[in-house]
């Protein structure tokens, strides 16, 4: 089991039994290219920096088939 971020949500949900979050991406001191920093990089945290993960499985997955629904997108990523 890998420890959330105190910024990660986690839930509650309807359900009695849900479970949350039901999917995460990296977004803690992530190593990103700044062109205006004094070394062209910085370390930052955050869930949009975790939102382009996850937005990019879902692309290759659409690659891979394009003609998927969202059901079978969504239970590839689980």
Do not use: W
């Not at 105190?6 to 290219?33: C, E, F, Q, W």
């Amino acid at each position: 089991q890998v420890d959330l971020s105190p910024m990660s949500a986690s839930g509650p949900t309807r359900k009695a039994n849900g479970r949350k979050p039901d999917l995460s991406a990296p977004g803690v001191d992530l190593k990103l290219i700044l062109s205006k920093s004094d070394t062209g990089r910085v370390i930052q945290s955050g869930t949009s920096l975790a939102a382009p993960f996850v937005t990019g499985a879902i692309a290759c997955l659409y690659e891979a088939s394009p003609h998927a629904d969202l059901a079978t997108i969504k239970t590839a990523l689980m």
